[in-house]
C-alpha cells in the first residue's frame, strides 16, 4: 500500500502507527519549501510548519517515504531550491503531473496548469545526464509499437485495475484517484467485488468516434478517461491541453509522425 499525504497529519502517534505497520511507501507532496508560496497553494495557514514536521518523522522513523511536487506557476521558479532541499534529505524531485479538475468538477486547479513548453522544460532538466539518444530511441520505439496497435479500442490504457486501485479515507474503493465510479465501501464489502467490478470496467471500449480512440500519441498523452470525465464530462473526450502537451513532447523527441499526419489534422480539424 502507498499512502498519499500532504504529511500535515502525521503527528508523532501517526508515525508510531505507520513504524509498526508500515506501508510500502508514504507518498508525500510538497509544493514549495517557501512557507508563503507553499500557504498560499495549499490555502491552509500554519500547513506549512506540520508538513515539514511530518516529513522529518517519516525519516526519523525509517518509514519509507517518497516526495512529489506539482509544478505549478507559483512554484516554477523555485524548482531547481525545491530541488537542492529533497537532495538534502536523499530524496529526487519528482513532478507530479498533470493537475486535473476537482472530484466534484470545479475546473479551477486546471487553470494552474504549466504550459506545455515549460512542462517539457523542466522534465528535460530532470533527465540531465540522461542519454538523450536513448531517450529518442526509446520514443521512437514506442510510436513503432503504437503503430502497430491502432485502432485501438481500448478506453483504459493504464495499468488501474490490474495491479493498483485506490481506497480514500473513509474506506471506499475505486479503479483509480479520478474514476469515482463504481466505488465499494470495504467496511461494508468485499475486495474481491471491487476488482470484479474494476476489471469490467476497464475491460470497456470507445463507444464514440472519439479522436483520442486513433490517435497516434495516446502513448504520450496524459488525458485518461477519469481525467477527460471530470473535466468535460465524457471520459472519451480529448482534451485541448494535453493534445498541446503530447504534440509538443513528440515534436521535441523529433520523431513523431512525420511519415504519418493523421492526429495533428486530426486533432486542429475536430478539436
Ligand atoms: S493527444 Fe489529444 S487526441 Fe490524442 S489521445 Fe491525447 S487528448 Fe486524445
Keep these: 500500500m502507498t499512502l498519499f499525504t500532504s504529511g500535515v497529519l502525521i503527528s508523532d502517534a501517526m508515525a508510531d502507527v505507520l513504524k509498526k505497520l508500515p506501508p510500502f511507501c508514504v507518498e508525500l507532496t510538497l509544493n514549495s519549501i517557501d512557507r508563503e508560496a507553499y500557504e498560499r497553494i495549499s490555502g491552509v495557514e500554519g500547513s506549512f510548519e506540520k508538513a515539514l ?5 517519516l525519516k526519523e522513523k525509517g518509514i519509507p517515504f517518497k516526495i512529489k511536487t506539482m509544478a505549478l506557476p507559483q512554484n516554477y521558479e523555485m524548482l531547481d531550491d525545491i530541488k537542492g532541499f529533497l537532495e538534502n534529505l536523499g530524496q529526487k524531485l519528482k513532478l507530479g503531473l498533470p493537475i486535473h479538475a476537482r472530484l466534484n ?15 517539457l522544460a523542466i522534465e528535460d532538466r530532470l533527465n540531465k545526464g540522461f542519454p538523450k539518444k536513448k531517450i529518442k530511441a526509446d520514443f521512437a520505439e514506442r510510436l ?6 491502432i485502432p485501438n479500442p481500448r478506453l483504459f490504457r493504464c495499468a488501474a485495475g490490474s495491479d493498483t486501485f485506490h481506497i480514500d479515507p473513509y474506506g471506499n474503493m475505486f479503479l483509480c484517484g479520478t474514476v469515482r465510479k463504481p466505488s465499494i465501501n470495504l467496511l461494508q464489502g468485499e475486495i474481491m467485488e471491487g476488482r470484479k467490478q474494476f476489471s469490467e470496467l476497464v475491460a470497456k471500449e470507445f463507444m464514440t468516434d472519439s479522436i483520442c480512440r486513433n490517435c497516434l500519441l495516446w502513448h504520450i498523452c496524459r488525458r485518461c478517461p477519469g481525467i477527460a470525465s471530470l473535466e468535460k464530462g465524457d471520459a472519451e473526450a480529448p482534451i485541448e491541453y494535453f493534445c498541446q502537451l503530447a504534440r509538443a513532447e513528440a515534436s521535441n523527441s523529433q520523431k513523431w509522425i512525420q511519415s504519418d499526419q493523421r492526429c495533428e489534422r486530426r486533432n486542429d480539424q475536430e478539436l
Design 53 to 57: 514536521a511530518g516529513t522529518r518523522r
Design 105 to 119: 468538477g470545479d475546473l479551477t486547479p486546471c487553470h494552474w496548469r504549466l504550459a506545455p513548453e515549460k512542462v
Design 144 to 149: 513503432q509499437s503504437i503503430k502497430e496497435q
